[in-house]
């Protein structure tokens, strides 16, 4: 009993000295205000920088820890609430939240489990083939379901269900979830709906207008590549247990068969998707298609109900608010121009291969310590913009970040589609650490034999 009770007590007093030990630092800001800083300047980036610690060590929940920045700024910045507020008055916040839900009727359905098992069950009868089917059905899965943590939440589930149907062994099972989970992220990035939160943030913060048909056009035929590239790096690492997998399969294909009301829903999942796939030759926009009428008429038809309105994380939304106000008020009350000019000496006066490599190492070591691909986004991005303001062109900087940020791991923490899986025991550190170092390597080579010569070939640079 007494073991019982100290145990708690110990762990409360580590998280309260590490509370007392975050407040340190944002102290120092306030006693000696660097850089020449006035004290409202001095304010907003204690708080910035005790925001940022609370949220990397979790030693205050992430949701209180949003609320507290987003009232520093709110009181103290001197920044308009339209600047503070830009996350909830923009049209991504309507599509992210709705998602929620459509993804949310997507799941309810049924469908992508009851059509896609069967497809697996006369295809993936090799590891090669089942490597492939990973591929494919992450990619299919993006225009089906825009919600990216839905859209691995589900394709696991089928997945896990269907290798326990065929009597896969533990180690197989594992290295074949992680290259679900693995691939996954990096088709997330060919198209700015893989990952509407991840990308829609990214253009948002950088503050540039990219639709579908602009992102495809820099990302999409060199992340294939990449992704290529990814997957013989998987091979390698896992060849040995890959070749465990089963010659023939225990599970047999079996036929697909669909009530009326699965058919009819179908043909109604079938025509959001053409409808936004093909929103750059139609006037009408995802955003309409998929928050608007594909989501409300979801209720008519039984795929959804009121029950289903707690799908919206309201708690990722508050943090998103906060992160996405970074850039903008630090921008406003004079912050950012004075904490980023310190680092303007470190890059080239030019655009070259040395100046997008002072970027992804940036961006990389600061993703290592910050962990959260949306946290590193709201420091680095600002200031990386900023920064490069009239030396790097607009659109291939971001993308630099943005491969940076959303490719690079080596823990969990370090990609929250990760996360989910480690989380669901799909996984475990292990397995991350073990393809993310090489995976750190590979994502510096695509960089420069991929994305930047492709970019020059599009005449971007």
């Not at 005790?50 to 520093?72: D, H, K, M, P, Q």
């Not at 010659?247 to 058919?263: D, F, K």
């Not at 000019?341 to 070591?365: I, N, R």
């Not at 659109?395 to 996360?419: E, G, K, W």
Request: proline share 6%.
């Amino acid at each position: 009993m007494e073991t019982r009770v100290k145990a708690p007590l110990a762990a409360n007093r580590r998280r309260a000295l590490l509370f007392v030990l975050t407040l340190v630092l944002p102290a120092l800001i306030l006693l000696l205000r660097p850089l020449g800083f006035t004290l409202q300047q001095s304010v907003i980036l204690a708080a910035l920088v005790l925001t940022i610690l609370w949220w990397v060590t979790g030693v205050v929940e992430r949701t209180a820890a949003s609320l507290f920045l987003l009232a520093a700024f709110l009181l103290c910045s001197g920044a308009p609430i339209q600047t503070v507020f830009s996350f909830p008055l923009s049209e991504n916040f309507v599509l992210i939240t709705v998602s929620f839900l459509f993804s949310q009727g997507i799941s309810n359905s049924g469908l992508p489990g009851k059509l896609l098992q069967p497809l697996l069950a006369h295809f993936a009868r090799s590891p090669g083939r089942m490597v492939l089917s990973l591929l494919l059905s992450a990619a299919a899965m993006m225009f089906l379901i825009p919600q990216p943590f839905s859209r691995i939440i589900i394709l696991s589930l089928i997945y896990r269900e269907y290798f326990a149907r065929i009597n896969l062994s533990e180690p197989l099972r594992t290295a074949l979830l992680f290259g679900l989970y693995y691939f996954s992220i990096l088709i997330n990035m060919s198209m700015i709906r893989g990952d509407i939160i991840l990308n829609g943030a990214l253009s948002s913060m950088a503050g540039l207008t990219v639709d579908e048909g602009v992102w495809a056009a820099y990302m999409l035929a060199p992340t294939l590549a990449y992704l290529l590239a990814a997957v013989l790096l998987y091979r390698f690492l896992f060849r040995r247990v890959l070749r465990t997998f089963p010659s023939s399969p225990a599970q047999t294909a079996e036929r697909v068969q669909l009530t009326g009301s699965e058919r009819r829903n179908l043909v109604f999942l079938l025509a959001v998707v053409v409808l936004w796939a093909t929103e750059d030759f139609h006037p009408l926009t995802g955003t309409l298609v998929v928050a608007g009428a594909a989501t409300a008429l979801m209720f008519p038809l039984g795929l959804l109900r009121l029950p289903d309105v707690k799908a919206i994380n309201v708690k990722l939304l508050i943090f998103l608010t906060a992160a996405f106000a970074i850039g903008g008020t630090l921008k406003s009350c004079g912050v950012a121009d004075r904490l980023f000019s310190l680092f303007v000496p470190v890059f080239p006066q030019t655009f070259s291969p040395a100046y997008a490599a002072v970027v992804l190492l940036t961006v990389v070591l600061l993703h290592t310590v910050l962990g959260s691909n949306i946290t590193t986004m709201s420091v680095v991005v600002p200031g990386l913009m900023s920064i490069g303001a009239g030396v790097a062109p607009p659109l291939p900087l971001m993308f630099l970040i943005c491969i940076a940020v959303c490719s690079q791991f080596l823990l969990p923490f370090h990609h929250v589609i990760l996360l989910l899986g480690e989380g669901d025991r799909c996984y475990s550190t292990h397995e991350l650490l073990r393809v993310g170092i090489p995976h750190t390597a590979l994502m510096l080579f695509a960089v420069f034999l991929l994305y930047l010569p492709w970019w020059r070939l599009l005449g971007a640079l």
